[in-house]
Each structure stands twice: as structure tokens, then as C-alpha cells.
């Protein structure tokens, strides 16, 4: 509502940051416009071995992943795309992700992998009002929850789906799963279009054809890392 000297809008002081925030460019995307996909790092934790596969139509290495269905979850999907595609049951691990996400206030204490127990008052790093400094590797800390095991998303590739020209992101999430079992057998368009490829944990990254999935690998690897799991 107007102030009492009638101006519209008020007239206040506002910080540098908040000014820039006012004029820095955003990007309008209608809702044909994007396309959301998940898919998981998936790792078998004893082989020490992460699940890629060979894409035989395009000639790629790749990680598993696919569009999301209307009303499903990312991690569900990242999961069901993972199965799809490899016929691998990936088990979603959570990990000690630093996310932007917010901490439910009504979330009850979770026991933490050494038996003690975390809740609510982990560390978040800034808050509103105030200035979080570096959360560590240059990391801007204003909003970010560390240290707390999530099964959030550690990574998130964005690009330009050149079939549909919308713009495509890609979640990934970290999972475990047995190298050594028996894939289920894939049916539908899937069926005979990728080749499970287990390989190293050291080299995967390298394996793959697109840098910044090898970047997600390595993101994965060192949150299992910092989560305390020997990989």
C-alpha cells in the first residue's frame, strides 16, 4: 500500500546485493519449454565399482537416467530410470550432501551411520538476515545445510535437449547397488539400447563421454568420501 507521502513503492535503502538481484537477467521457460530427468551414481560399495552404461544408438558412456512421469518424485524416478534402463535395483544412500534445501521444523532426530543421533540444530550455514561466509571450497554459505545425511540431490546438469529444444536438468542422486547380481531382464524401448558398463570407481569419471557427468561422479564419490564411507 502506498506510504504517507504517497509514493508507490516505498522508498527505502536497500543493499548493493538486494539492487543487483533487481537487474540481474532470468529466463522464462513455459511449461513445454523444459524437461525435467533424474538419475543416479550408482555404486557398488564391496567392488568398489560405479554403474555406467553404453548408449549403442548415440555411441556414448553415460550414467543412467530419464524424463520424470507426471506427480512422481525425482529421487523415485531417478530410481525406477536407473532400473529401466540397466535392470540394476538401485538402493537410494543418503549421504552428507551441503543443500540449499530447508530443514522440515516437525522432522524428528535421525540416527546418524556411527549411532549418534542429529537433528534440527545441525549446522546451516547463514540464515535470513545475515551473511553465511564460505561454506568451505569456495562455497558461498548464506542458506546451506551441511553435515546432516540426506538423500538430496548432489548434482543437477543442465543443456539445451536439441530434439525438443526445450531445456533439459538432469538430477542426480547417489545410490548403491550389486555388480555382481543378475540384471532383470529390460522390456519396452529400452530393450537392447544400453550395455551395463561396471568400472572402477577411479576411473569412471574418465570413462564417460560428457565431462560434467564425470564431474557428477566425482561430486558423488567425494560426498560418500566426507559421509565417512570408504570408496
Known sequence: MPTAEGTWPPTARISVQ??????????????HGFMISAGTVT??????QALLVFNKRQGVYQLPKGRKDIG????????????????????PLALKV??????????????????????NGDLLLGGAGGHGGDGGDGIVGEGLTMGRY?????????????????????????????????????????????????????WAAERLTFKEDGQVVKKVLADMRRSGYDI
Open 43 to 48: 555404486v557398488d560399495m564391496e567392488t568398489k
Open 18 to 31: 538486494a539492487r543487483e538481484a533487481l537487474t540481474q537477467k532470468r529466463n522464462f521457460y513455459p511449461s
Open 150 to 202: 540426506n538423500f538430496e540431490a548432489a548434482a543437477c546438469c543442465q543443456y539445451m535437449d536439441l530434439k525438443t529444444m526445450a531445456m533439459k536438468m538432469v538430477f542426480y542422486y547417489a545410490a548403491t547397488g550389486d555388480s555382481r547380481a543378475e540384471p532383470k531382464a529390460l522390456e519396452g524401448p529400452d530393450e537392447g539400447l544400453f550395455e551395463n558398463v561396471w568400472t572402477d570407481v577411479e
Open 72 to 91: 512422481e518424485d525425482l529421487l523415485t524416478c531417478a530410481v525406477r530410470e536407473t532400473l529401466e534402463e540397466t535392470g540394476v535395483q538401485a538402493t
Open 98 to 119: 551441503a543443500t540449499r534445501a530447508t530443514v522440515a521444523r516437525e522432522e524428528e532426530t535421525v540416527e546418524d551411520t556411527d549411532g549418534s543421533a542429529y537433528g
